[in-house]
């Protein structure tokens, strides 16, 4: 795994939202990003890990954060994600890999025993020129938004 890490600069990327809206890095020039990857929409980590952020989302805006969740599922799982648990920001759909391979972190994992390739649960924090200014590899989903602001 070719994981970005701080100092680099990130490639722009565009990938569709749940609503089939294009977002791309671009959007975000002159503003902190926090692109956070999780391995499946409505499982029980991420959904941990995403509602942490829904909840802290204010704080997380006043410190000067935007936020975009992204997955290899579709449109219409990021959705029905977004809309059982009201999350205030984007949830990319990128089934192509495009923004996962960009950030490189699709890799071998290995859960009960059993090794295969999937996203690994990693968050980006990129400062207003687009440059990764913090790596989180060891993702405590219930305190995320604490991560990310200390």
Request: glycine share 6%; charged share 25%; hydrophobic share 35%.
């Amino acid at each position: 795994m070719n994981t970005l890490k701080v100092g680099d600069k990130v490639p722009e990327f565009s990938a569709k939202d749940q609503d089939g809206n294009t977002i791309k890095l671009s959007d975000y020039h002159g503003k902190k990003l926090v692109v956070f990857f999780y391995p499946r929409a409505n499982t029980p980590t991420c959904t941990v890990e995403a509602c942490n952020l829904r909840d802290h989302y204010a704080d997380l805006q006043d410190a000067g954060y935007e936020i975009l969740g992204v997955s290899a599922d579709t449109e219409k799982k990021q959705t029905n994600f977004r809309n059982k648990f009201n999350f205030p920001y984007p949830l990319l759909a990128d089934t192509d890999h495009a923004v996962i391979n960009t950030f490189g972190v699709w890799g071998p994992k290995k859960f009960m025993g059993r090794e295969y390739d999937g996203i690994h649960r990693i968050t980006f924090v990129i400062d207003e020129n687009g440059v990764v200014e913090k790596v989180i590899d060891k993702v405590k989903a219930k305190n995320h938004a604490a991560q990310i602001v200390d």
